[in-house]
């Protein structure tokens, strides 16, 4: 898809201004945490411990029915959704796009949009609603740190509904009212839909945050990331691994590829422990992570956009920006799960809004 070229000046001047809402658009996927004693489990269901599986309806439903019994505690996920429900509860106006069955989970998942201050714009599909299966358990190392023990992930992701998301589904209304569109690279899976979903943003001259999303995103649909990154995104965050497959590079020089590509913006790459690089213009900053006890990263680049995204909205610079980024990121490593528990929440709005006076 050809992008309309003389959409692209109104860049400069909204660029300049503080957006005080955000709207996010990704897959909507729930994430259902599932602890295991063992791997006999994981054998059983042919899951190769410690893998990353995308799977299809039959073995989607081959684990459920495994799992009826147990004590499960599904929680809203995705990308996009984790990023604009932190927004949220940090006090910003927020809405979310995406796709959901017609289903429990579904409407759990609208649900939970709510109790974050999301206002959901849902639409529905004929399959099951989407969701990510996190089995975690223990794997014995044999080294003495940790008694021998380390902990071990094993995922099973099935997109469902959130995968019949078409753009003929994206209407002008759903964006009124909202300065600031996040979008999430692994939305590229449905055909067409991020594109127009940007083409919307831009003329109505918002500000285009986008999320790499993953290294296999990266690889598969390399020409769509490219041409969203050069035509149409303000701010682009990339992990170091992303980084690398999209650019060839780490750190400060991928930064700097990234920005290159850029007609003008923002460009982050989120380094985990080392911190993060971000380039606005010809200013690079390096922020360093703040410190934390880290159980869990998951969701901890979803919080890094949160945080940046939040402090963006407030008018600071750059800078600033990736402090804040870190500032969130870090609270949400020390938990289980995507989710900020409230009083880690409070305190990380406390820092941010210590750190913009």
């Not at 499960?72 to 809405?95: D, F, I, Y």
């Not at 999301?118 to 599909?125: D, I, S």
């Not at 449905?190 to 285009?208: F, L, T, Y």
């Amino acid at each position: 898809m050809q992008f309309p070229r003389n959409l692209l000046p109104l860049r400069n001047n909204h660029m300049q201004s503080t957006m005080k809402s955000i709207l996010g658009i990704g897959n909507a996927i729930t994430d259902i945490p599932v602890f295991l004693p063992d791997r006999f489990l994981l054998n059983e269901l042919g899951l190769q411990p410690g893998s990353m599986n995308h799977i299809d309806g039959q073995k989607e439903r081959q684990i459920w029915d495994a799992l009826q019994g147990a004590d499960l505690h599904p929680v809203q996920g995705g990308s996009a959704a984790n990023t604009v429900a932190a927004v949220s509860r940090l006090g910003m106006k927020c809405g979310f796009i995406g796709k959901v069955g017609k289903d429990a989970l579904g409407n759990g998942f609208k649900g939970e949009l709510e109790q974050n201050g999301v206002c959901g714009c849902l639409l529905e599909g004929e399959l099951p609603s989407g969701r990510a299966y996190t089995f975690i358990g223990k794997e014995n190392t044999g080294m003495p740190e940790n008694g021998g023990m380390a902990e071990e992930r094993t995922f099973a992701a099935y997109l469902g509904a959130a995968l019949e998301f078409v753009p003929g589904e994206l209407a002008e209304e759903m964006f009124q009212g909202y300065d600031c569109l996040h979008v999430e690279g692994y939305l590229l899976q449905c055909p067409g839909v991020v594109e127009r979903a940007v083409e919307i943003a831009r003329g109505r001259g918002m500000v285009v945050s986008f999320d790499l999303g993953s290294v296999g995103i990266v690889k598969n649909y390399r020409s769509r990331v490219e041409r969203i990154v050069a035509d149409f995104a303000d701010i682009v965050f990339a992990n170091e691994d992303e980084a690398l497959a999209f650019t060839g590079e780490k750190g400060e020089e991928a930064a700097r590829v990234i920005h290159s590509m850029m007609q003008d913006g923002i460009a982050v790459v989120k380094q985990g422990e080392k911190g993060s690089v971000v380039l606005k213009g010809r200013e690079l900053y390096r922020v360093a992570a703040v410190a934390a006890e880290a159980v869990d990263t998951t969701g901890a680049g979803d919080a890094y956009a949160a945080g940046f995204l939040y402090a963006y909205s407030q008018g600071a610079d750059a800078g600033k920006c990736g402090e804040a980024g870190s500032l969130l990121a870090s609270k949400v490593v020390a938990v289980i799960g995507p989710k900020i528990g409230k009083s880690g929440l409070e305190a990380g709005k406390t820092a941010i809004e210590a750190l913009l006076k």
